[in-house]
């Protein structure tokens, strides 16, 4: 039985209920959420940053072996070639 003078209380529904208590989990947790967001995007950008430096590195080597082998050095001395070499092109 009610009682005279307050409103019945409204139950909300599961999807609402889960839906707030997200939002409030996201206010409280505001800043942990950005700085962990922040480090995830600096070490994407920095991966990328050391992966471009070694696909310049082996494409140099492609090239000076390459420029060997036209003309008409074996792998054996090929081998011989230090990394000085490479750089140098």
Request: glycine fraction near 4%; avoid cysteine; hydrophobic fraction near 45%.
């Amino acid at each position: 039985m009610q009682r005279r003078g307050r409103p019945p209380v409204l139950r909300e529904s599961l999807l609402t209920r889960a839906v707030s208590s997200v939002f409030a989990f996201v206010r409280l947790a505001e800043f942990e959420i950005l700085f962990f967001l922040f480090f995830f995007v600096a070490f994407i950008i920095f991966k990328d940053l050391g992966k471009t430096h070694s696909r310049r590195h082996q494409h140099l080597h492609f090239v000076h072996k390459s420029i060997h082998h036209r003309r008409g050095e074996d792998e054996d001395t090929l081998r011989h070639h230090d990394l000085s070499t490479i750089r140098s092109l």
